[in-house]
Nanobody
Framework: QVQLVESGGGLVQAGGSLRLSCAAS????????MGWFRQAPGKEREFVAA????????YYADSVKGRFIISRDNAKNTVSLQMNSLKPEDTAVYFC??????????????????WGQGTQVTVSS
């Protein structure tokens, strides 16, 4: 049974930083993709960033490029999202997700195989 557990959310002022972590258990990931998505109230779930387990190739949404950094630790089976220069529009529940095969559609939430429970990020103005 694969489990993804996010941590690190919270309340921060605009311009501040937060670091989210996602710990994966039940499977050792050596291939595939780990992604971060977010969902604000009344809005659809949207892609934030992703990274391949093999090679560490990264992908970012335009809205976070240059501010967020995704990284992975293969030995610890964890993925992190460093969020800098946060804006009120970054406020959302952030979800970690795992996709077994890299393939296409990395930015599409409904092709991911496993999901965490989400962690709230609130950015005050």
């Amino acid at each position: 049974q694969v489990q993804l557990v996010e941590s690190g959310g919270g309340l921060v002022q605009a311009g501040g930083s937060l670091r989210l972590s996602c710990a994966a258990s039940g499977r050792t990931f050596t291939s595939g993709v780990m992604g971060w998505f977010r969902q604000a109230p009344g809005k659809e779930r949207e892609f934030v960033a992703a990274i391949t387990w093999s090679g560490g190739i990264t992908y970012y949404a335009d809205s976070v490029k240059g501010r967020f950094i995704i990284s992975r630790d293969n030995a610890k089976n964890t993925v992190s999202l460093q969020m800098n220069s946060l804006k009120p529009e970054d406020t959302a529940v952030y979800f970690c997700a795992a996709k077994i095969r890299v393939g296409a559609l990395i930015r599409t939430w409904n092709v991911y195989d496993y999901w965490g429970q989400g962690t709230q990020v609130t950015v005050s103005s």
